[in-house]
């Protein structure tokens, strides 16, 4: 049998506003990416967060794996039915609502699609 270790238990601080996990996750992907990781460390500190470079670096890894999944994902989907016919329907939409508010909603759809391959 095995003796146990005797040493100093680690205390987690209690504050009146505890932070999850995923709420750091979401700080971090909040965050534009081009912002240095130290800088989002220092302004997770202010938050009251304490998060690592490491932390930053894996989390901001891990956002950019689920990315190239989702374009090989995508990429392998097929149209089914007449391609030419709802190309030639898209455009029409296109022109109606003009480009401005095409590509508007093109992007919605795209974050929607974003979304609902994470879950």
């Known amino acids: 049998m095995a ?33 240095a990781a130290s800088e989002v460390v220092d302004r997770a500190k202010e938050k009251g967060m304490i998060i690592s470079k490491a932390y930053v670096h894996n989390i901001r890894s891990a956002a950019n794996k689920a990315a190239r999944a989702l374009m090989a994902k995508e990429g392998k989907k097929t149209v089914k039915g ?9 455009k029409e939409l296109i022109i ?18 974003s979304i609902s391959a994470k879950k």
């Open 3 to 35: 003796a146990k270790k005797k040493g100093k238990k680690k205390v987690a601080r209690q504050s009146s506003e505890t932070v999850r996990q995923g709420d750091k996750a979401a700080f971090v992907r909040s965050l534009p990416r081009s912002m």
């Open 82 to 90: 007449n391609k030419t016919k709802l190309e030639s329907q898209m």
């Open 96 to 113: 109606a609502l003009g480009p401005a508010r095409a590509k508007k909603l093109l992007a919605q759809v795209e974050v929607s699609l």
